[in-house]
C-alpha cells in the first residue's frame, strides 16, 4: 500500500490534489484509516494517478477524465481513444479560435493611438530625498518581473506626476508600489521604465540624507546623487496601467507583528502545489484565515474550508521584509482576490499577492 504522501511524490500530483479527486470520486484510495482518516492506495493505483496527472495537465474536464479512467481499468481502449480524441479536437477548435480572436486585437492595436507615448517622451528634472526614494525602491524591488517574454516588467516604472512620484514593480502574480514626495515638476504625467540593473545603480548611490535629482530626458534617465551619477536608456515599452490593477474589494483586515508572523510562515505549515498559474512552478504555500476578529491562522494540511487563502510563501516573506516595518496590515478577501500587505502610516506603500489555487 502507498501512503498518500508517497502517492503525491511519485504520480506528479499534490496531496490536496490527491483529497480533491478522492473527493470528487475520481481516484478513491483504496482504504481510508478509520481513526485517522489517513488515505492509503494500491500499487496499481499509481498508474491511474499518472494518468489524471497527465490529462489534467492537458486540460481535460473532470467528466471526462472520470470516463476515462473508468474505460482504462476496463481495457476499453475504443472508449479510450474516442475521449483523447475528442478532447484533441475541442482544443484544436480552441486554438484556432483563440489564434483568430488574438489577430483580431493585433490590428486592434495597430490601428489604435498609444496613449503612453506622451508620459514616455517628455522631459523632466526632479528633486528627491535620498532616504525617500531609497525606502521606494526597496519597498518594490523584489516584485520585479524577469519573464523574458514580458520585457516590460523587467524594470521598475518611475511614475511622475506633479509633487508626487511613484515607483511600481511587477511580475503579473505579485505587484509593490511606494511612493515618494518630489519637487521641480509641476508639468504633465512623465513615466519611465528603469531597467533593473539600472535601478539597482541607482539605489546604491542613495545613502546620505541629501537631495538626489532624477532626469528623464527622453527616452534616457539618469539619478544624479553629488558627484555621482547613474544614467542609461529607459526600456522601450509601455507598462501596464497599474492604478485599474489597485481596485479591489476590501477584505478582512489584520494587525500582524511582522518578526512573529515570520516565524511562524516559516516553521508552520506549508502544501506542497503544482502552480499552473504561476509559471507552471511548483512552491510552499501557506494557508491562511483570517477571521473578522483580526485573526490570522495558518491552517494545517487537510483543512478545507472555504474561506482559507492560499499563499506562495517565499513571495509572501518577501512582501514582509520589503513593507520594512514593525508591523504591517494583513488583507485577506475572496480566496480568488489579491492578499494586500499594507503599511499602517502610508497607504501608497504596499503589496499585492495573486492567491494560489487550493484544489485542483
Known amino acids: 500500500m502507498r501512503s498518500i504522501g508517497e502517492m503525491a511524490r511519485d504520480s506528479g500530483l499534490s496531496v490536496s490534489a490527491l483529497r480533491f479527486y478522492d473527493r470528487a470520486g475520481v481516484l478513491v484510495p483504496a482504504w481510508v484509516d478509520p481513526v485517522s482518516a489517513y488515505r492509503w492506495y494500491e500499487p ?41 480524441q475528442a478532447h484533441l479536437r475541442r482544443l484544436e477548435r480552441g486554438l484556432a479560435e483563440a489564434r483568430s480572436e488574438f489577430s483580431t486585437l493585433r490590428a486592434l492595436l495597430d490601428h489604435r ?26 519597498a518594490v524591488r523584489f516584485a520585479a518581473g524577469t519573464d523574458p517574454d514580458l520585457p516590460m516588467l523587467g524594470g521598475i516604472l518611475f511614475d511622475m506626476e ?28 512623465v513615466q519611465a521604465i528603469v531597467p533593473l540593473p539600472l535601478a539597482d545603480a541607482m539605489r546604491a548611490l542613495l545613502h546620505g540624507e541629501e537631495q538626489v535629482r532624477l532626469t528623464v530626458n527622453g527616452d534616457r534617465v539618469s539619478l544624479e546623487s553629488g558627484d555621482r551619477q547613474a544614467a542609461g536608456q529607459c526600456l522601450d515599452h509601455d507598462f501596464p496601467d497599474y492604478r485599474r490593477l489597485l481596485h479591489v474589494p476590501t477584505g478582512r483586515r489584520a494587525l500582524v507583528e511582522v518578526a512573529a508572523f515570520r516565524e511562524a510562515l516559516e516553521t508552520g505549515p506549508v502544501r506542497a502545489s503544482e502552480v499552473r498559474e504561476q509559471d507552471g512552478a511548483s512552491c510552499d504555500v501557506s494557508v491562511l484565515r483570517l477571521t473578522d476578529d483580526g485573526t490570522v491562522t495558518l491552517c494545517e494540511d487537510g483543512d478545507e474550508d472555504q474561506e482559507n487563502v492560499g499563499v506562495n510563501r517565499e513571495f509572501l516573506l518577501d512582501a514582509l521584509g520589503a513593507g520594512a516595518r514593525g508591523e504591517l496590515i494583513l488583507e485577506v478577501g475572496d480566496p480568488t482576490a489579491p492578499v494586500a500587505i499594507r503599511r499602517p502610516d502610508d497607504e501608497w506603500t504596499f503589496s499585492m499577492l495573486m492567491p494560489v489555487r487550493l484544489e485542483d
Do not use: F
Not at 63 to 71: N, W
Not at 162 to 173: I, K, S
Open 44 to 84: 496499481e493505483q499509481l498508474e491511474e494517478a499518472r494518468l489524471l496527472a497527465r490529462l489534467r495537465r492537458a486540460g481535460m474536464p473532470l467528466a471526462d477524465i472520470r470516463l476515462l479512467l473508468a474505460g482504462w481499468a476496463g481495457a476499453d481502449t475504443d472508449l479510450v481513444r474516442g475521449l483523447l
Open 113 to 138: 493611438e498609444n496613449p503612453m507615448t506622451s508620459l514616455r517622451t517628455a522631459d523632466v528634472q526632479l528633486s528627491v530625498a535620498a532616504p525617500a526614494l531609497a525606502a521606494a525602491l526597496d
Open 162 to 189: 506633479g509633487e508626487e512620484l511613484h515607483v511600481v514593480a511587477t511580475d503579473r502574480y505579485r505587484m509593490a508600489v511606494a511612493q515618494a514626495a518630489a519637487t521641480g515638476h509641476d508639468g504633465p504625467r
